[in-house]
């Protein structure tokens, strides 16, 4: 009667956990490396501290400096956010391959150990 019920929950309650799990594990990853807020500030600023303010009477040599400091600011700002959000890409890309190919390979997992001992008798070594 144990026997009938681990295999219950293996193939009904068990699968969905671990399902869930999977789904889990990649929001995590996702998490982790923020990947809304790197897309939603992909173009802003990078840690623009020396901004200066310009008004109307600012020399056109002030004015043009710190147009050049923003737009340097924004190129660094996008390629370390680009280069984030591609990391984060390809690891979730490969997280969401390896947890496809586990899920399926679920089913399978109980079957191991009679594969074991058939390979065993066979005289199969590693």
């Not at 400096?65 to 923003?70: E, G, K, N, S, V």
């Not at 190129?75 to 890309?93: E, H, M, N, P, Q």
Request: hydrophobic share 55%.
């Amino acid at each position: 009667m144990a026997v009938a019920e681990i295999f219950l929950w293996w193939y009904a309650a068990g699968w969905r956990t671990f399902i869930q799990k999977n789904r889990n594990a990649i929001s995590s990853i996702t998490d982790f490396f923020s990947m809304s807020s790197l897309i939603r500030t992909l173009f802003k600023p990078y840690r623009q501290i020396s901004a200066e303010t310009a008004n109307a009477n600012s020399s056109l040599d002030l004015k043009f400096h710190m147009f050049l400091d923003r737009l340097i600011s924004r190129f660094v700002g996008f390629c370390s956010r680009l280069i984030l959000l591609l990391a984060g890409s390809v690891i979730i890309l490969i997280g969401g391959v390896f947890s496809l190919i586990l899920i399926i390979l679920w089913p399978f997992i109980p079957l191991l150990p009679i594969v074991g001992i058939i390979l065993t008798v066979m005289g199969v070594t590693f």
